[in-house]
């Protein structure tokens, strides 16, 4: 169930409730009690009691988190109390204050998330997608499924989101903006009611803050057959999210038309005629090792941190870690389903942590043997792993 800051909420699994006031994750919020203190609760354990009312609340209740948003170091409070025995002036005559480094608090979007960390490893075309993404990565058949809507753009994107309602008619289910490289949680959704989601239209606008060209709007009809969901080779890799997951491709952006280019004279472009809806489709999943292929089945991995991730710095040594050693296993399991039979890994020299873990990981995988990779090459920093197929044996 989707819940919305304001909504006043019920434990499942205890007595009491209070009111949600903030999203931390598609399936965790926070719930403040009547005694003021704030609880991370999972979205599996509330029901909704009483829900914020109509579309407009949203903008109220933007309102009142600004009002309560600190202001930022350089900003003056203003009092709105005036001085006693003070003279009323008319305000047409008093000259507008000019204030330093006055800013308008910024209100983050408790839906917005950034795509996953090796977005830019990803082979899919610059757009927008939509992507089911199971709750549960180990039953991906089983569970809440979030629908997520997907901007692989270095633009920001407006949307507006309609769903076939069971009489024919049709249900607008969510509008907004996603930023750059982002991806907004539309709605979690019961398995069982996937069905009424899998019929839809998305009008998308692509706004680029210095545009070279300005693009058409679109309208894109999407239709997932549900069955595709009950099995579990329908959920793929994809770099730009996190998990396995269904993903439809509703726009690329080079398939945009566009109203005007730089450098052009602007009356050579006329109204286009009326646009008919695109239809969406299955995004093509990526094999992870096909980008690192040097010759026929074989690849280089380059596992340097720096290499995967543009802001390593802000990760401490066990994310780092983890991050490489993930990588490393889609890496190995990729070339194993794609007939692949050597795979260099560069985990570099350093204090041999990563080197070791990966040695360590390798013990799993009974139909591969590794040994160090050419000195002459690579020096001491890499490792090449040699993969057996079943014929092989």
Known sequence: MKFNIGDRVRFLSTSGGGVVSKILSPSMVNVTIDDGFEIPTSSADLVKIEAVEGAASRFFEEDRRKINQPLKPGVKPVSP??????????????????????QEPVVADDRILPLAAGYRRAANP???????????????????????????????VLYSWFIRTLKGGWRGVDYGSVPPLAMVHIESVQRDRMSLWGDGIVQLMIHPDKPREIYNPVNVEYKVPSVKLLHEDTFRDYHFVEGRSFVYELVRLDSMSTVHKAGEPVEKYSAPAEPEPIKAKQAEAESYITRHRTTTREAIVDLHIESMVEDHKELDPTEMLSLQLSYFAKCLESAIADNYYKVTFIHGIGAGVLRNAIRERLKE????????????????????????????L
């Open 81 to 102: 109390q005036k001085p006693a025995n003070r003279k009323e002036t008319p305000v047409s005559s008093v000259p507008l204050p000019v204030v330093a480094n006055e």
């Open 126 to 156: 610059p757009g927008v997608y939509l992507a089911f993404i199971p709750q549960d990565q180990r039953w991906l058949i089983t569970g809440n499924v979030d629908v997520m809507l997907v901007n692989f753009t270095d633009h920001d």
């Open 365 to 392: 995988y009974p139909q591969v043997y590794f040994q160090p990779a050419p000195a002459n090459k690579f020096g001491t920093g890499a490792i090449d792993v040699m993969i057996t197929h079943q014929k092989e």
